[in-house]
């Protein structure tokens, strides 16, 4: 297709997306009866009428999103990075295209190329714990080293950490954001999407630009991260988190679903154990994820290495309070602080706040 049409042709899928009352099924019905996008727009309101509503004909047929479509075009002019793909389109993803209901339009900002690369998920809630924070940046880090581009949610929490792990590897990562593509959301991520664009990294969305943080579009945020990869991890979820519904996404799809485990008494495990108690595989390293996956490790995974220190197993891995710590190995309190200080340094435990430490799993 030369650039001519493969312009109109965008110009098109953009005026019947952004046209109200057009959704995905609509479209659908549309390109079956008449063969392409462009035939579309080549009928009459009349003829349209045959197909679908009469109210959807006439503002398919008066072109009443041409103002959206042009603004669109002149954000995608605006920046060598800025692209925006129709389903026809080589560029977009096969993996996404084959799901039941794939976006008609991406909107792309950053280094689309990643789009051709193995792609896994790794999502969870947005109020994790310490060690949930750690294991979702530490399992991304080692799964980006290993050669897949992780795919997560831009929110906060699991998302943010599995986004800057895959950013300290070396495969970069790819954001599927809820909002239009020229908004940040939650603002309090604004570095965040500074460093995926820096580094490399990829921004997508289905949505108008200009599009808020509407409540019903992360479920559908969520269907695009889950289409786009091979697998998905949940580190920590509530039983009715966002992540469970991304999981269960990804199970329709056929994709591999995986879970960490975490403590019972732990409201963001319980998710987790859920999935684990109907399918999904347990996770305790990503070289777990790496079998699954039938990829050959290129680099150290992420495994739990034992170490004996007293200090450490009377810890566990779940938060405990100095005194605690002091009552069952009657050691001196100073002499405790400067041995959990080491520790601490060492990358062995995380301070919880209020006294409270907790041994990390690595």
């Known amino acids: ?125 947005r109020h994790p714990s310490v060690q949930g924070s750690n294991n979702a940046l530490a399992f991304a880090r080692d799964l980006s080293n290993n050669g897949l581009v992780i795919v997560s949610g831009m929110a906060s929490g699991i998302d943010r950490a599995a986004h800057l792990g895959a950013l300290e590897g070396s495969s970069r990562t790819i954001g599927v954001i809820g909002t239009g593509i020229d908004q940040i959301y939650p603002l309090s991520n604004k570095d965040l999407y500074q460093k995926v664009l820096e580094q490399g990294g990829l921004l997508v969305s289905e949505f108008p630009l200009q599009t808020p943080p509407l409540i019903n579009n992360f479920p559908r945020r969520n269907r695009i991260i889950a289409g786009l990869s091979l697998g998905l991890l949940v580190v920590e979820s ?81 938060p405990i309070t100095i005194d605690k710590i002091c009552s069952d190995l009657n050691i001196e309190f100073n002499d405790l602080c400067a041995n959990l200080l080491e520790l601490e340094l060492n990358g062995k435990i995380t301070n919880c706040g209020g006294g409270r430490y907790q041994r990390v799993f690595r």
Not at 254 to 282: D, F, N, Y
Request: glycine share 6%; with cysteine.
């Open 238 to 318: 509530a039983l009715d988190g966002g992540s469970m519904v991304s999981a269960n996404m990804a199970l329709e799809m056929g994709r591999e679903v995986m879970a960490i485990p975490g403590s019972i008494h732990s409201p963001v495990s319980r998710g987790c154990h859920k999935l684990i108690k109907t399918g999904a595989k347990l996770i305790e390293t990503s070289n777990d994820i790496l079998e699954d996956l039938r990829i050959t490790p290129t680099t150290i995974a992420y495994n739990a290495v034992p170490e004996q220190n007293p200090i450490l197993d009377i810890m566990g891995f779940e």
């Open 1 to 125: 297709m030369n650039k001519a049409l493969e312009d109109k042709n965008l110009y098109l899928w953009l005026l019947l997306t952004l046209t109200p009352k057009v959704g995905i099924v609509t479209i659908k019905k549309l390109i079956h009866h008449f063969g392409s996008i462009d035939n579309i727009y080549n009928q009459s309101q009349a003829t349209l009428s045959q197909i679908v509503s009469s109210t959807v004909a006439s503002l398919i047929n008066s072109k009443v999103s041409a103002p959206e479509a042009d603004n669109a075009l002149k954000w995608m002019n605006e920046h060598d990075n800025n692209l925006i793909i129709s389903i026809d389109n080589p560029l977009y993803p096969v993996e996404l295209a084959n799901i039941a209901d794939p976006p008609n339009i991406l909107f792309l900002k950053g280094n689309v190329e990643l789009l051709k690369q193995n792609k896994f998920a790794v999502v969870g809630t």
